[in-house]
C-alpha cells in the first residue's frame, strides 16, 4: 500500500502544482477568465461569441486569460504552460491558442499550439501583438485590444479552413511584413539547405578532428514532444511548446 502511494504520488504531484499555479479554465460555453476585473461583461460577451464561432466552424480554439501579474513567471513561458495545463485545441489537431494579458506587468503574450504555427506562424503573431494589441493596451482599451487581436486571428483561421466567419468581419488589417509571407514548404527547404552544408562541414572537420561523433552526440538526440483538453469551449488539445508573440506595452 505504501509503494503505491508513492508511486500515485509521483505520478499526480506535478498535476497538484500546475493546478496550484495556475487558475482553472472557464466554465463550459466560455473561453474568457478576467481575474484582473478590467473587462466589462459585453467585452466578455462578444469575446465568448467569437471563439464560439470560430470553434464551431473551424475546431480551432481560442483562449484567454487576464490576471493581474503572473508572478515570477516571464509571461511567454506562463502562456505555454497555461496551454497545455488548459489544453486548448483539439486532442488530434494541437489547433488552438491562448492569449495571457498582465495587467500589472504590462505584459501579453499570445501563445500557439503545435497545429496552429502554420496557420499564426510566430511573425504574424508579433505584428498583431504590435499594430492592434499595444495601441489599445497603452490606452487601457484592454477589451477593445483582446477582441479585435482575436478578430485578426478569426480570419487567418477562417482563411486556413475556408470558412467565412462572421465575427472575423471588420477586421483590423495587419501588415504581415516579409518574414510571414514565406509559405512553410520555403522555410522547409531553406532549413534543409542549411541543414546539408552544417553536415558537410562537420564532416569535412570530422575527418581532420573527429568531430563527427560530437555532432551527432550534441544535436542528433534532440526531440520534440506535444500534448493532447480545455473545458472552456470543448478543449481537448494542447500541444504547447513555444510558439506565439508578445511583449509589452
Not at 52 to 66: F, G, H, N, R
Not at 112 to 119: D, F, V
Amino acid at each position: 500500500m505504501r509503494r503505491f502511494l508513492e508511486t500515485a504520488s509521483l505520478i499526480f504531484s506535478p498535476l497538484v502544482l500546475l493546478a496550484s499555479k495556475y487558475p482553472s479554465p472557464p466554465p463550459p460555453g466560455e473561453y474568457v477568465r478576467d481575474d484582473a476585473g478590467v473587462l466589462s461583461p459585453s467585452d466578455i460577451a462578444r469575446i465568448n461569441a467569437l471563439c464560439s464561432e470560430v470553434e464551431e466552424k473551424t475546431t480551432a480554439e481560442m483562449a484567454v486569460l487576464v490576471l493581474s501579474s503572473t508572478g515570477n513567471e516571464v509571461i511567454s513561458a506562463y502562456a505555454t504552460n497555461l496551454g497545455n495545463y488548459w489544453k486548448v485545441g483539439q486532442a488530434s489537431r494541437d489547433n488552438g491558442l491562448v492569449m495571457v494579458v498582465a495587467i500589472d506587468d504590462r505584459q501579453v503574450f499570445t501563445a500557439t499550439g503545435s497545429g496552429m504555427e502554420g496557420i499564426l506562424p510566430d511573425a504574424t503573431v508579433y505584428q498583431i501583438y504590435k499594430q492592434v494589441l499595444v495601441p489599445n493596451f497603452k490606452k487601457a482599451k484592454y477589451g477593445t485590444g483582446i477582441y479585435k487581436a482575436l478578430q485578426v486571428y478569426a480570419k487567418e483561421i477562417g482563411k486556413h479552413y475556408s470558412e467565412n466567419l462572421e465575427s472575423a468581419r471588420g477586421a483590423p488589417i495587419v501588415r504581415k511584413g516579409i518574414w510571414a509571407e514565406i509559405p512553410i514548404w520555403a522555410w522547409v527547404f531553406i532549413l534543409m539547405v542549411i541543414g546539408f552544408n552544417v553536415l558537410n562541414i562537420v564532416a569535412k572537420a570530422g575527418k581532420k578532428r573527429g568531430a563527427t561523433g560530437w555532432f551527432w552526440t550534441t544535436f542528433g538526440s534532440s526531440g520534440s514532444s506535444s500534448g493532447g483538453g480545455f473545458s472552456g469551449g470543448s478543449f481537448g488539445g494542447g500541444g504547447f511548446s513555444g510558439g506565439g508573440g508578445g511583449g509589452g506595452w
